[in-house]
């Protein structure tokens, strides 16, 4: 059974930092791609930062300077450094990750999973 897990969500005041992590238990290769979306309940998900394996890391206008992906393969685990926090950084944060994982002693690769979500609240 794979399952992803976020933790570090929280209430900070306006330029501070939390950091969120996201990491992938079970049978699992390899981490393909992970991301962070956030997103308010009745509004459009908005992506805020990933990375594919061996690729870049990429981040939404809005994090640049701010916000740093740090990967951990090792652990099939990410994280997500939240700097300079804003206010307008509210939302809930969902992580999601691409994987390669053995399922039943098949290998499946390009599997989609999705974390519970987790609450980031700045207060200004």
């Known amino acids: 059974q794979v399952e992803l897990v976020e933790s570090g969500g929280g209430s900070v005041q306006a330029g501070g930092s939390l950091r969120l992590s996201c990491a992938a238990s079970?049978?699992?290769?390899?981490?393909?791609?992970m991301r962070w979306y956030r997103q308010t309940p009745g509004k459009q998900r908005e992506l805020v930062a990933g990375?594919?394996?061996?690729?870049?890391?990429d981040y939404a206008d809005s994090v640049k300077g701010r916000f740093t992906i740090f990967r951990d393969y090792a652990n099939n685990a990410a994280y997500l450094q939240m700097n300079s926090l804003k206010p307008e950084d509210t939302d809930y944060y969902y992580c999601?990750?691409?994987?390669?994982?053995?399922?039943?002693?098949?290998?499946?690769?390009?599997?989609?999973?999705w974390g519970k979500g987790t609450l980031v609240t700045v207060s200004s």
């Open positions: 990375f594919v394996r061996g690729g870049n890391l």
């Open positions: 999601n990750a691409v994987l390669d994982i053995v399922d039943s002693g098949t290998y499946r690769y390009g599997m989609d999973y």
């Open positions: 079970g049978s699992i290769i390899r981490i393909q791609a």
